[in-house]
């Protein structure tokens, strides 16, 4: 009898744990349904073409690096994960209109433009250390010149050093448009490993963006070769 109560009680207690990780909180069915709703309009409305890696990166926090041509580009940068994604935005967006509705609905990271917001770092450093994924723009603003990507600020290399996460860059060559493909090259994750364990010093964070840039700039060119080289077979 008591060997018996004690398999019921465990039981009941697997099935109320199972029923507890079953439950989703309004965030996560949110991501649930902008992540159907992404694949869905892939389909025909904001087809896009994908490059590089194609595994989904649900294992563990990430921080999602991507540039910044238009407000769609929220879509682009979600395709890495299936998990919710806490975008970092300018304060602005979270005072009226949609933005307001988006970036409250996404529960974002207000954030100033010049990249000094330490209430916004320590807000995205407890998202990672929770498990969560979070995404930036290191542009600052959307790329509306014919340069490949404007001046990074400095905040996702710290970022990632601090927490030690791997970021995952996202690198697209045009303006997502309606009706129109875009290109996107998602790249495998990477660290920033020879930072580890050190104090950061400006000049480290520095040359940490910079590798960063660098990787950027290695993976637009990957994707502008790996465009130009299809329109050639069709010619």
């Not at 520095?206 to 790996?226: C, H, S, V």
Request: net charge positive; glycine share 4%; proline share 4%.
């Amino acid at each position: 009898m008591g060997e018996e109560t004690t398999n019921t009680t465990a039981e009941n207690a697997e099935l109320a744990n199972n029923t507890q990780k079953n439950k989703l909180t309004k965030f996560e069915k949110w991501f649930r349904f902008l992540h159907r709703a992404q694949r869905f309009l892939a389909l025909g409305m904001l087809p896009v073409k994908k490059y590089g890696c194609t595994e989904k990166f649900n294992d563990r926090s990430y921080i999602i690096v991507a540039n910044h041509k238009s407000n769609l580009d929220v879509v682009l940068a979600i395709m890495p994960t299936d998990k919710p994604v806490h975008f970092m935005a300018k304060k602005e967006l979270f005072e009226k209109g949609i933005g307001k509705w988006f970036t409250r609905k996404c529960e974002c990271i207000p954030v100033n433009r010049d990249g000094t917001d330490v209430r916004a770092i320590m807000q995205a450093m407890k998202y990672l250390k929770e498990g969560s994924v979070v995404c930036i723009f290191p542009e600052g603003t959307r790329n509306k010149t014919t340069e490949r990507f404007l001046p990074f600020k400095s905040g996702a290399a710290a970022l990632s050093i601090k927490t030690k996460t791997p970021i995952i860059p996202v690198v697209q060559l045009k303006k997502i448009e309606l009706f129109r493909k875009s290109k996107v090259y998602i790249g495998e994750p990477f660290e920033l490993t020879e930072f580890y364990g050190t104090k950061l010093t400006p000049q480290d964070i520095e040359r940490a963006d910079e590798i960063l840039l660098q990787k950027f700039n290695e993976i637009y060119q990957e994707l502008e070769t790996l465009t130009a080289k299809k329109k050639t077979k069709k010619q």
